[in-house]
């Protein structure tokens, strides 16, 4: 079992930044595949950024390359997507996620994660 526990949402303007965390606990996620998801109102749940956790390899959605930056610590069991240059597309619940997979480079559809996080809400003003 692996618990995930997101934070660090909230309200932005245009063109400003947020830091979002996912906080892991539980049965050891060292060989997953960690990602981040977004879901709009009226839209599926679409990946945003992902990293194998045990090679520190990234992956990310096209629109959010070269704004977005996901990260790992290790110390302190925690995942991070650093948000700059937030548009109002960017608007979305997000969801913290875990794939006990780590084969792949990759994991890019909501199927494929066994754990999430209850979401944190990001909403970005024009």
């Known amino acids: 079992q692996v618990q995930l526990v997101e934070s660090g949402g909230g309200l932005v303007q245009a063109g400003g930044s947020l830091r979002l965390s996912c906080a892991a606990s539980?049965?050891?996620?060292?060989?997953?595949?960690m990602g981040w998801f977004r879901q709009a109102p009226g839209k599926e749940r679409e990946f945003v950024a992902g990293?194998?956790?045990?090679?520190?390899?990234?992956y990310y959605l096209d629109s959010v390359k070269g704004r977005f930056t996901i990260s790992r610590d290790n110390a302190k069991n925690m995942l991070y997507l650093q948000m700059n240059s937030l548009k109002p597309e960017d608007t979305a619940v997000y969801y913290c996620?875990?794939?006990?997979?780590?084969?792949?480079?990759?994991?890019?559809?909501?199927?494929?994660?066994?754990?999430w996080g209850q979401g944190t809400q990001v909403t970005v003003s024009s």
């Open positions: 539980g049965r050891t996620y060292h060989n997953y595949f």
């Open positions: 996620a875990a794939n006990g997979n780590s084969g792949s480079l990759y994991y890019t559809h909501q199927d494929e994660y066994d754990y």
């Open positions: 990293v194998r956790w045990k090679d520190d390899i990234t």
